[in-house]
């Protein structure tokens, strides 16, 4: 069945929202969601038409109008122009038109495998680890931050997922001998407290190693600092209402705490001279497959 889109065209007041949120979306160097563009565009006083005053049927008719202007291609929306980080297509077909094409693909695959990563943990005083309450702050995580492991929740966790951390807690202490600090980040309200105690308290009693546990955000005191709108769901804030570079403060400077820039530089020029090296090596040896036909 094909999904509904306007008939006429957006009310006025419906085009000038969807033209703000574009902005918004636009104006991030990263794919954003739904929801996460609602918490934006919500405190700028746009309302779908026929919602205004009430958030969770603003919300929902905001949904509903999203779809129409992806589905319709309307003013520069488009269907990817939004995440979903909830789905994921399992690719199976596919390959290359020729022949010349494969060996070309082949070629930068040999790139790859002689890549040489240093771990810079090796060398910081701490190994860290990001987690975080929805797996929709991903994009975020991954554009601010480099070289760290992210470990998001995708709310309550379960006991195999949690168990998994508490091992991996334990390889990493084995590997790198020195405090472990996990840097955790999520919603300021009743249900993000209660899924990072959960998450909290079984890792604790299911890992050998000892570690840190640091909530860096979002606190009360950081919504009222960056002028987060209160959850229109239920009482408190969430980590999506954030202004994109409030939230990008939060993880730098929690980050920073923890983990030399200088150090991680170092170690990834290292990897790129030793990688450079390897694939010489290996090009001489079986030749640039690259000019092969």
């Known amino acids: 069945m094909r999904r509904k889109t306007w008939a006429k065209g957006p009310e006025s007041q419906t085009i000038e929202m969807l033209n703000a949120a574009l902005r918004i979306v636009q104006s991030v160097p990263y794919?954003?969601?739904?929801?996460?563009?609602?918490?934006?565009?919500?405190?700028?006083?746009?309302?779908?038409a026929g919602a205004k005053g009430?958030?969770?049927?603003?919300?929902?008719?905001f949904d509903q109008t999203l779809c129409y202007a992806r589905y319709g291609y309307w003013n520069g929306w488009r269907p990817d122009t939004l995440a979903d980080d909830t789905r994921a297509v399992i690719f199976r077909a596919g390959g290359y038109p020729s022949k010349a094409e494969a060996m070309g693909a082949l070629n930068e695959r040999l790139k790859k495998a002689a890549e040489a990563k240093i771990?810079?943990?090796?060398?910081?005083?701490?190994?860290?680890?990001l987690w975080y309450e929805a797996r929709a702050m991903s994009s975020q995580f991954k554009h601010y931050t480099k070289a760290i492991d992210l470990v998001p929740m995708s709310g309550q966790a379960s006991f195999d997922?949690?168990?998994r951390l508490a091992k991996g807690l334990e390889e990493s202490a084995e590997i790198y001998q020195?405090?472990?600090?996990?840097?955790?980040f999520g919603d300021e309200d009743l249900s993000g407290h209660t899924i990072q105690n959960a998450i909290l308290e079984d890792v604790r009693v299911w890992s050998k190693a000892p570690f840190e546990f640091v909530r860096c955000g979002l606190t009360?005191?950081?919504?009222?600092?960056?002028?987060?709108?209160?959850?229109?769901?239920?009482?408190?804030?969430?980590?999506?209402?954030?202004?994109?570079?409030?939230?990008a403060k939060i993880i730098k400077e929690s980050v920073a705490r923890y983990v030399s820039d200088d150090l991680l530089d170092k170690s990834s020029k290292e990897g790129e001279r030793v990688s450079a090296k390897c694939l010489k090596k290996v090009k001489r040896a079986i030749g640039i497959m690259g000019d092969e036909t």
């Open 178 to 184: 020195k405090p472990i600090v996990v840097l955790y």
């Open 119 to 129: 771990d810079h943990f090796h060398r910081q005083n701490n190994y860290i680890e």
């Open 161 to 163: 997922f949690k168990w």
């Open 220 to 247: 009360e005191a950081q919504a009222i600092e960056f002028d987060v709108p209160p959850n229109f769901e239920k009482q408190g804030y969430q980590w999506e209402g954030l202004p994109d570079e409030a939230a």
């Open 54 to 61: 009430d958030k969770g049927k603003a919300y929902k008719t």
């Open 31 to 48: 794919r954003v969601t739904v929801r996460w563009l609602f918490y934006r565009i919500f405190p700028l006083g746009y309302y779908p």
